[in-house]
C-alpha cells in the first residue's frame, strides 16, 4: 500500500499544530505517521453505519457548580511561572505580523 | 525499633500500623526509604526529583500531630512515590517534558492533597514518558528509567518510574496514570500490583492531561490489599473534577477476603491469543485460570471480537485529544519559551508570537510527543475527521457494546497485562507501530472507561516479572480488587529484585 501521506501533508499539518519541525522531522514522520494510518485502514474499512460515536465512556450530562464566587489562583503566583511579565500581566512577542 | 532497618520491604499496612504504635516514628520511615534511593536510585533512575527535606518535614508533621494525640490517617507516615504527571506545590513537575523544567504548581492535584490529608508522605516525583506518551519511559525528556529486575531492560511504561520504585522497595506505594495502560504495564513488567480505576473515580483535577477521555490515576504496591488502601485514600467525587463520578464508591478493602466462591470469569480469546504473545505470559493466563476454578469459580472462554480494532482505534483517539490538550504549551503563561529564529539562526526578538509558539513547541517537546501532536492534528484537520477520529469513536462505541455482552455472562474477565515480559532498552525505540503494540491487552480498558488491574503471576525462564491481567466492568473495582486478591492467594508471588550488593554474584 503506498503512503497515505506527503510530505506536504506533513508541513501543512505542522503549520496547524504550531510545531517548527526540523527536516529530518519532516521525513521521518512522512514515513511513521504512514505507517500508522495504514495501519488504522482496517479500522476505516469497518461498515459503523449507524453506529453513534462516543466521546466520553461514562456519560455525565450538565455538571455545573453554583454560580457563586470562591478564590481563584494567587496572581503573583502565577506570573513567577510565566516566562515574561510586566505590570501584572503576561509579556508575548508582536501578535500581528508585519506587512509584506 | 530505632534502627532503620527492617523498615524497608514492609507493606504500606505494615508501616502505618508501626507508626500509629509509636513503635517507629514517621521521620525514621522516610529517612530509611529515601537512604534506599540514595544508595540504589543511581542504578534505577526512578525518581526525576527526591523529596529529601520536604519529605521529612512531611514526615515530622505527622509525629508531631501523633505527640499532640491528634487521630492519624489511614497513609500517616507512609512514603508514596508520585509519578510526575500529578501536580505538587512542594516540589517541580515535569509531566517528563523540558517544556516543564523546573515548573512549580501553584496548587496540588486532588489526589496528591488526598494523600497529603490521609498522612501520606511524598517521597519523590516518578520519571516517565514525556508527558505519558509511551510504554517504556524511554520517552522522558530527561533519561531512562531501568527495570529492577534486569537493569538493561525497560520498566514498562509510562509510569515507568512509580512502577520501578515499588519494585526496587523505594516506597511501598506509587501513584501513576493509566491512558492506554500505563499502570498496568509497567506493573506487570516489574512484578509489582498496578489498577487502573474506572474512568472518573479518581479525580483529574492537577493531573497534567494527555488524553482526556481516556485518563485515570491509580495505585501501584506490593500486594493487592495495599493497592485497596491507596484506591480508597484517593478516590471519590471531586468538585473540582467534571467527568469526576458523583456516586459514592462500594468498599472495596472490607470485601477483599470474601475469596471468588461462584464467581464467573471469562477468558478473553482475543487478548489470549493475540500475536506475539511469549508462551509463557500465556501459560501464566493458563494458571491464573486454574486458581480460579480452584477456588471455586466458574470459567469460561469469551470472545470480544472487536478488541482487534481496539489499538488502532486508541492511536487515533489519544493522540487527537493529546493535540488539543498539548496545545496550552505555546511559551506564554508557564514553561519554556524559545525565540524564533531567523536566517543563519539568530533569535529573531521582533518576531511575531505564532513564530515564538512554533520555536518553543520545537524545541520543548520531545519526538514521540511531536508525533502524536502530528498524528492527532492531522486525524482532526478538515477532511479527514470523519474519516479517522469520528470512525474511530464510532469502533470505541462497538468495543463498549461487545464488552457488555461479555459481562452479561461474566463477573470479571482475564487476559495477559502486557504480551512480552520487559524488552531491552532501545528494542523498539525506532518504530513506534512496535511499541504501540505492547499496549494492545490494556488499551480495550481505557476506551470502554472501565477498571483492570495487574497481578504479579511468577517469573519467565528469564527471571522477568509476568503479569496477569483481571478486569471488570464500570464502578466495578470491589468486585475485581477481590478477584485479584484471589489470584496474589493463588500465585503466592513473592520475588523482590536484587539490587547493589545484594546482586552481588
Redesign the interface.
Known amino acids: 500500500m503506498s503512503n497515505p ?1 506527503t510530505r506536504s ?2 508541513t501543512h ?2 503549520k ?7 527536516e529530518d ?1 519532516v521525513e ?2 512522512t514515513v ?2 504512514g ?3 495504514e ?2 485502514a ?3 474499512a ?1 461498515d ?1 453505519s449507524g ?8 456519560p ?1 450530562a450538565n ?1 455545573l ?1 453554583p454560580d457563586e464566587r470562591r478564590p481563584t ?2 496572581r503573583d ?2 506570573l ?5 511579565e510586566e505590570d501584572g500581566r ?1 509579556r ?6 508585519e506587512e509584506a | 525499633m530505632s534502627s532503620s532497618d527492617g523498615l524497608v520491604g514492609r507493606t504500606a499496612v505494615e508501616l502505618a500500623e508501626l507508626v500509629r504504635r509509636g513503635d517507629v516514628s514517621a521521620v525514621e520511615v522516610t529517612d530509611a526509604h529515601l537512604a534506599r534511593i540514595e544508595a540504589l536510585d543511581a542504578d534505577v533512575h526512578s525518581f526525576l526529583c527526591v523529596g529529601g527535606d520536604v519529605a521529612r518535614a512531611a514526615a515530622a508533621d505527622v509525629d508531631a500531630a501523633r505527640a499532640r494525640r491528634e487521630d492519624l490517617g489511614p497513609l500517616a507516615g507512609v512514603p508514596v512515590a508520585v509519578k510526575d504527571m500529578f501536580c505538587t506545590t512542594d516540589l517541580p513537575t515535569t509531566a517528563g517534558s523540558r517544556i516543564l523544567e523546573g515548573w512549580r504548581p501553584p496548587y496540588d492535584s486532588t489526589a496528591v492533597a488526598r494523600l497529603r490529608a490521609a498522612g501520606a508522605v511524598v517521597i519523590g516525583k516518578t520519571n516517565l514518558d514525556e508527558f505519558a506518551m509511551g510504554s517504556s519511559t524511554e520517552n522522558s525528556g530527561y533519561f531512562p528509567t531501568a527495570n529492577p529486575w534486569d537493569l538493561g531492560r525497560v520498566p514498562g511504561g509510562s509510569s515507568g518510574g512509580s512502577a520501578a520504585a515499588v519494585a526496587a522497595r523505594f516506597a511501598p506505594l506509587a501513584l501513576g496514570t493509566d491512558t492506554g495502560g500505563s499502570i498496568r504495564q509497567p506493573a506487570a513488567l516489574c512484578g509489582v500490583v498496578g489498577m487502573r480505576p474506572t474512568y472518573g473515580r479518581v479525580s483529574r483535577y492537577g493531573i497534567v492531561a494527555y488524553a482526556s477521555s481516556l485518563d485515570q490515576a491509580g495505585p501501584f504496591a506490593t500486594t493487592v490489599t495495599d493497592t485497596a488502601l491507596l484506591l480508597e485514600t484517593i478516590w471519590g467525587h471531586d468538585p473540582m473534577d467534571s467527568t469526576s463520578i458523583p456516586a459514592a464508591p462500594e468498599p472495596a478493602l472490607a470485601r477483599l477476603e470474601d475469596g471468588v466462591e461462584g464467581l464467573r470469569v471469562g477468558v478473553v480469546r482475543e487478548l489470549t491469543e493475540v500475536e506475539g504473545i511469549q508462551p509463557e505470559v500465556r501459560a501464566a493466563v493458563d494458571s491464573a485460570r486454574n486458581l480460579y476454578e480452584k477456588a471455586g469459580a466458574s470459567v469460561e472462554v469469551v470472545s470480544v471480537p472487536s478488541v482487534e480494532y481496539g489499538l488502532s482505534a486508541y492511536y487515533i483517539i489519544a493522540p487527537a485529544e493529546a493535540s488539543s490538550n498539548l496545545a496550552r504549551y505555546d511559551g506564554v503563561r508557564y514553561g519554556l519559551r524559545a525565540e524564533a529564529r531567523g536566517s543563519g539562526g539568530v533569535p529573531r526578538k521582533d518576531s511575531e508570537v505564532a513564530a515564538m509558539n512554533a520555536a518553543t513547541r520545537e524545541a520543548g517537546f520531545g519526538t514521540e510527543v511531536k508525533r502524536r501532536i502530528m498524528l492527532g492534528t492531522y486525524a482532526l484537520s478538515a477532511g479527514y475527521y470523519d474519516a479517522y477520529y469520528g470512525q474511530a469513536q464510532r469502533v470505541r462505541t462497538l468495543i463498549i457494546r461487545d464488552f457488555a455482552r461479555a459481562y452479561e455472562r461474566f463477573d470479571v474477565l482475564l487476559a495477559p497485562t502486557s504480551p512480552t515480559t520487559a524488552f531491552e532498552l532501545g528494542a523498539k525505540t525506532s518504530d513506534p507501530l512496535a511499541m504501540y503494540l505492547s499496549d494492545v491487552c490494556t488499551i480495550p480498558t481505557n476506551l470502554t472507561g472501565a477498571c483492570a488491574i495487574s497481578v504479579p503471576a511468577g517469573l519467565d525462564a528469564a527471571g522477568l516479572p509476568i503479569g496477569v491481567q483481571v478486569l471488570a466492568p464500570a464502578l466495578g473495582e470491589a468486585v475485581l480488587l477481590r478477584a485479584a486478591r484471589a489470584l496474589e492467594v493463588g500465585f503466592a508471588f513473592a520475588g523482590v529484585p536484587k539490587l547493589g550488593e545484594e546482586a552481588a554474584p
Not at chain 1, 496547524?16 to 526540523?22: D, F, V, Y
Open positions: 501521506l501533508d506533513v499539518v505542522a496547524l499544530a504550531r510545531l517548527a519541525l526540523s522531522e521521518q514522520f511513521q505517521l505507517a500508522v494510518l495501519h488504522f482496517s479500522v476505516a469497518l459503523t453506529v453513534p460515536p462516543t466521546s466520553h465512556p461514562i455525565l455538571v457548580r489562583l494567587n503566583v502565577v513567577a511561572m510565566a516566562p515574561a503576561f508575548v512577542p508582536r501578535i500581528l505580523a
